[in-house]
């Protein structure tokens, strides 16, 4: 197994505005499939396509991958396209259909810091048997992907797009064909291995998801399993179309992409506030956490709701900074500001956010040059009792 070579398409110029990634379906290529939606899309976005190993653009692969190592290598295409706008290491948007879609949840939980906002496309936190996928890896590795192409017309297309739209549907009939079996089987093989259910509560990101109300391989309910599985998700569902969404209604598509990926699912008072409060027991601990809410009383029992709502539920659940980094920043401001009686306990948060030892005596070191050497001081002081506390030896 091995992290596989994807190539990346480009839709639109990288000036049509922040980086959208689009992701195709086994056995097709991104480009019959999205391109349409893209044209769209080009107009909010700066969008990218890229292929599935052996289809399209992307060349064969020597070896199996996973799911995850999948992801690995279309992080890559786009760390590329980020590199190439001046914006490494930065944030993209991303919407993938079925096996692009499983790979878009899969960078949800892998490179939660890298996705900003995602739409998953008729697929599934486990699409299929792992049975299912084995036979027909093997189907296809005897016989070739041409094989593929009666069953794929039925799956694909809601009854009556092939007759209405002869050239769309036969243009992605046509990528199945000429799809290199040895790329779709190992496809086949990760499919077979992926489920990622029980980890759906860990996504960060905002997820919307988009059924198709005739698709039987990815059906409305395996949708509705993310949906509800992540924090921050809400669900659609489109009439008359079946498992290639993009192609079988690309204008719904692409301007539910535009508003979901841009300002990201709606969020009432009561899901920002229930997000805020597992955000704020996550960063500072269930101890803290009831401590003060046990300690509010009818004069501050409002403002620790404010809290919760607005600086955990409003700032701290977006996705546009991990949570480490955010550490890193609250710290800095903390110190600026001589704010000393939270220092400790955000100490604390930002060790358990994966802030090192000597990162804090970087970071403290640096506030002594640009906030002042007694605000540092009393910072070094804090955070060494507080390290103590928590058995660290220094």
Same mark, same amino acid.
């Given at each position: 197994?091995?992290?596989?070579?994807?190539?990346?398409?480009?839709?639109?110029?990288?000036?049509?505005?922040?980086?959208?990634?689009?992701?195709?379906?086994?056995?097709? !290529?991104?480009? +019959?499939?999205?391109?349409?939606?893209?044209?769209?899309?080009?107009? *909010?976005?700066?969008?990218?396509?890229?292929?599935?190993?052996?289809? =399209?653009?992307?060349?064969?692969?020597?070896?199996?991958?996973?799911?995850?190592?999948?992801?690995?290598?279309?992080?890559?295409?786009?760390?590329?396209?980020?590199?190439?706008?001046?914006?490494?290491?930065?944030?993209?948007?991303?919407?993938?259909?079925?096996?692009?879609?499983?790979?878009?949840?899969?960078?949800?939980?892998?490179?939660?810091?890298?996705?900003?906002?995602?739409?998953?496309?008729?697929?599934?936190?486990?699409?299929?048997?792992?049975?299912?996928?084995?036979?027909?890896?093997?189907?296809?590795?005897?016989?070739? *992907?041409?094989?593929?192409?009666?069953?794929?017309? %039925?799956?694909?297309?809601?009854?009556?797009?092939?007759?209405?739209?002869?050239?769309?549907?036969?243009?992605?009939?046509?990528?199945?064909?000429?799809?290199?079996?040895?790329?779709? &089987?190992?496809?086949?093989?990760?499919?077979?291995?992926?489920?990622?259910?029980?980890?759906? =509560?860990?996504?960060?990101?905002?997820?919307?998801?988009?059924?198709?109300?005739?698709?039987?391989?990815?059906?409305?309910?395996?949708?509705?399993?993310? !949906?509800?599985?992540?924090?921050?998700?809400?669900?659609?569902?489109?009439?008359?179309?079946?498992?290639?969404?993009?192609?079988?209604?690309?204008?719904?598509? !692409?301007?539910?992409? &535009?508003?979901?990926?841009v300002s990201g699912p709606i969020v009432t008072e009561a899901q920002r506030r229930a997000s805020g409060m597992e955000v704020r027991r996550q960063v500072l601990g269930d101890a803290h956490v009831d401590r003060a809410t046990a300690g509010a009383? =009818?004069?501050?029992?409002?403002?620790?709701?404010?809290?919760?709502?607005?600086?955990?539920?409003?700032?701290?659940?977006? +996705?546009?900074?991990?949570?480490?980094?955010?550490?890193?920043?609250?710290?800095?401001?903390?110190?600026?500001?001589?704010?000393?009686?939270?220092?400790?306990?955000?100490?604390?948060?930002?060790?358990?956010?994966?802030?090192?030892?000597?990162?804090? %005596?970087?970071?403290?070191?640096?506030?002594?040059?640009?906030?002042?050497?007694?605000?540092?001081?009393?910072?070094?002081?804090? !955070?060494? %009792?507080?390290?103590?506390?928590?058995?660290?030896?220094?």
């Amino acid at each position: 197994m091995s992290v596989p070579v994807v190539s990346g398409v480009e839709f639109s110029d990288p000036a049509s505005g922040p980086l959208l990634l689009l992701g195709p379906s086994l056995g097709t !290529a991104v480009t +019959p499939l999205w391109e349409t939606c893209a044209r769209q899309l080009a107009e *909010t976005f700066h969008v990218v396509g890229w292929d599935l190993p052996g289809h =399209g653009t992307s060349p064969v692969p020597a070896d199996g991958f996973t799911m995850a190592e999948l992801a690995q290598g279309v992080l890559a295409v786009a760390e590329r396209a980020l590199a190439a706008r001046g914006e490494a290491n930065g944030t993209f948007a991303y919407a993938g259909v079925s096996v692009g879609g499983a790979v878009g949840l899969q960078l949800l939980l892998d490179s939660p810091a890298r996705v900003s906002s995602a739409a998953l496309i008729c697929t599934g936190a486990k699409i299929g048997s792992p049975e299912m996928w084995t036979e027909r890896a093997a189907m296809v590795r005897a016989f070739g *992907t041409p094989t593929m192409v009666e069953g794929s017309a %039925k799956r694909w297309f809601a009854p009556g797009f092939l007759e209405r739209q002869p050239e769309r549907g036969g243009a992605l009939l046509t990528s199945l064909q000429e799809a290199d079996p040895q790329g779709y &089987a190992f496809t086949c093989r990760a499919l077979a291995a992926y489920d990622v259910r029980d980890r759906l =509560g860990t996504v960060t990101a905002p997820v919307l998801t988009v059924a198709g109300a005739d698709d039987e391989a990815t059906p409305p309910s395996d949708l509705e399993v993310v !949906a509800t599985g992540v924090p921050r998700g809400r669900s659609v569902v489109l009439p008359d179309v079946a498992h290639l969404a993009p192609i079988e209604a690309p204008a719904a598509v !692409a301007e539910l992409l &535009a508003d979901a990926l841009v300002s990201g699912p709606i969020v009432t008072e009561a899901q920002r506030r229930a997000s805020g409060m597992e955000v704020r027991r996550q960063v500072l601990g269930d101890a803290h956490v009831d401590r003060a809410t046990a300690g509010a009383t =009818g004069f501050t029992s409002e403002f620790q709701e404010f809290i919760t709502q607005y600086a955990w539920g409003g700032i701290w659940t977006r +996705p546009g900074l991990d949570r480490r980094t955010r550490s890193f920043i609250t710290l800095t401001a903390l110190v600026a500001r001589g704010h000393h009686e939270e220092l400790a306990m955000h100490v604390r948060a930002a060790l358990g956010n994966g802030v090192t030892v000597d990162e804090l %005596k970087e970071l403290f070191l640096q506030t002594a040059i640009y906030c002042g050497v007694p605000d540092a001081n009393t910072a070094f002081r804090i !955070a060494q %009792k507080t390290l103590l506390e928590e058995g660290i030896e220094l």
